[in-house]
């Protein structure tokens, strides 16, 4: 080796394990960790993703693996983020943005905001007061909210937290008495929207998971009740599924579901249904043609299949094939007020979010969940200002462009 290519090694070695690189060229920023760095309070965020790392720092290694994993590879995990870099926004000037409106029809309820807290399973594995500090969060921020199957908190206690119904999610399991019974306890409990997830039926490899749990020796029934880390346990214990006999369920998303399941759900669910997990149009044309009263554009936050595709991406041909007929919602990846905008851009009616509610409930209890749902709202008033659009409705596929095409 001449000097040459050793003082280009050396050169390498130092671009590689510099702090000017950290968090820039996909090296993770671990800034954090290092230095003691995080917020100490919910007040010292100035963006979601510094609940990221305060939730790290608390919690166990395998609830933040749980948190943090995809599938296989972690590329859809990762396409989720990447894909909101390939629109670009396309801003107008000179309009008076003094008021903004962020408000949004859904179902004839009017919600002060696009930004509805997806469903999350097991949140008293991340605070001891979980679904409660969320749906509490909910409530004082007017926020939308759908409870997960496996909740750690039942859907009663919940919709009394949040001094109003949730919507319920729904993972129906492979014996059909158990998701009867699950639909008419919802409903009950007068849950006016049902959200029946399709995304998991191939199951999924979560390796990140699965690592993160080699390096963690805590006994989970300390802090709550059944496996947050594995679907089957996750009904033994848990509030939905209590007085039910479960001994034969083995799966939370059966294999078998088809269309005709959707028919049966509609039998016996008299409000509506919404189907989330859905990612193509031809799915999309199916679901209208099904009688299904709404869509979320879904691959589980990067946590289903292993496409490589980004949910924002998707959403394109999912809202041409809908053609407007029925509401169409989507999560996975936004962390940024300029995704929402983005996302109701291409056609979307609100956009749900998932990892950073949870982040903050970690990290602070309902202020963390508060302050998430603030610092979003912000963001999204402040790209509504910047490009000329007073309220959500007009927020169309003329304020948004392919990165780099101009069209």
């Not at 949910?311 to 169409?328: A, D, H, M, Q």
């Not at 610092?375 to 959500?392: D, K, P």
Request: with cysteine.
């Amino acid at each position: 080796m001449n000097t040459e290519q050793a003082a280009r090694r050396r050169f390498l070695r130092f671009l590689l394990t510099s702090p000017l690189l950290v968090g820039f060229g996909g090296v993770p920023n671990v800034l954090g960790q290092d230095t003691g760095d995080v917020i100490a309070t919910a007040e010292q965020a100035l963006n979601v993703m510094d609940f990221e790392a305060a939730a790290h720092k608390l919690l166990p290694p395998a609830h933040f693996g749980y948190l943090a994993t995809g599938v296989d590879d972690d590329a859809t995990l990762r396409a989720n983020r990447e894909g909101f870099s390939h629109f670009s926004l396309r801003v107008r000037r000179l309009v008076d943005v003094r008021d903004i409106d962020m408000s949004v029809l859904l179902f004839g309820t009017s919600w002060d905001s696009p930004i509805i807290l997806a469903p999350v399973g097991s949140l008293r594995a991340f605070h001891p007061e979980g679904e409660i500090a969320v749906a509490k969060a909910a409530k004082t921020r007017k926020h939308l909210q759908i409870l997960s199957t496996v909740s750690s908190t039942s859907v009663e206690d919940v919709a009394t937290a949040r001094g109003a119904p949730v919507w319920y999610q729904l993972y129906p399991t492979d014996q059909w008495p158990v998701a009867k019974a699950l639909v008419r306890r919802a409903d009950a409990a007068g849950c006016p929207v049902l959200v029946l997830t399709v995304d998991l039926q191939g199951g999924s490899n979560r390796e990140t998971l699965a690592r993160a749990r080699r390096g963690d020796s805590r006994d989970c029934t300390m802090c709550h009740q059944g496996d947050p880390l594995r679907s089957i346990s996750n009904v033994i214990g848990k509030p939905m599924f209590r007085g039910l006999d479960v001994s034969s369920v083995t799966r939370l998303d059966p294999l078998e579901m088809t269309w005709d399941y959707v028919k049966q759900l509609r039998q016996i669910w008299p409000r509506r249904l919404v189907i989330k997990g859905i990612v193509t149009r031809d799915d999309a044309e199916l679901a209208v043609r099904h009688g299904v009263d709404g869509l979320i554009v879904s691959n589980h936050g990067g946590r289903a299949e292993e496409s490589g595709r980004a949910t924002i991406e998707s959403l394109v041909e999912v809202v041409e094939g809908v053609k407007g007929r029925v509401p169409v919602l989507v999560d996975g990846g936004f962390r940024r007020g300029t995704d929402i905008f983005k996302a109701l851009a291409l056609g979307a009616t609100a956009a749900c979010i998932g990892r950073p509610y949870v982040w903050g409930l970690a990290a602070f209890g309902q202020m963390g969940v508060e302050t998430v749902l603030d610092i979003l709202r912000r963001e999204v008033v402040t790209v509504m200002r910047q490009a000329g659009t007073r309220r959500v409705v007009e927020i169309n596929r003329s304020y948004v462009v392919r990165a780099g095409s101009g069209k």
